[in-house]
């Protein structure tokens, strides 16, 4: 079955950087669609990010030209790289899995990992 777990979130300084990973496993995942979203609590879950199977990105206007987002096929690893962190990008980050090549923040991701807090202080 689909796992995604996301790792590396945690505490940093406006300013600052952190990478997030997101290990995928029960499937191959290079001609999938994957993204990164963001939650904070009694708010709506906002896409930032997706990785086509070509490695087309596409970003939010809140996070372009601070957040990359890339994916190691091999490895079935996707990454957010994060930096110029705001206060404002303090939520709950998730990866999410799609078996489409139609991809970008607005269309349905069937398959979610269970979180990872960043908070930027």
């Known amino acids: 079955h689909v796992q995604l777990v996301e790792s590396g979130g945690g505490s940093v300084q406006a300013g600052g950087s952190l990478r997030l990973s997101c290990a995928a496993s029960?499937?191959?995942?290079?001609?999938?669609?994957m993204g990164w979203f963001r939650q904070v609590p009694g708010k709506e879950r906002e896409g930032i990010a997706t990785?086509?199977?070509?490695?087309?990105?596409a970003y939010a206007d809140s996070v372009k030209g601070r957040f990359t987002i890339s994916k190691d096929n091999a490895k079935n690893i996707l990454y957010l790289e994060m930096n110029s962190l705001k206060p404002e990008d303090t939520a709950m980050y998730y990866c999410?899995?799609?078996?489409?090549?139609?991809?970008?923040?607005?269309?349905?991701?069937?398959?979610w990992g269970q979180g990872t807090q960043v908070t930027v202080s």
């Open positions: 999410a899995a799609r078996s489409s090549s139609s991809c970008n923040i607005g269309v349905l991701f069937p398959y």
């Open positions: 990785i086509d199977s070509s490695g087309s990105t």
């Open positions: 029960g499937r191959t995942y290079s001609k999938w669609c």
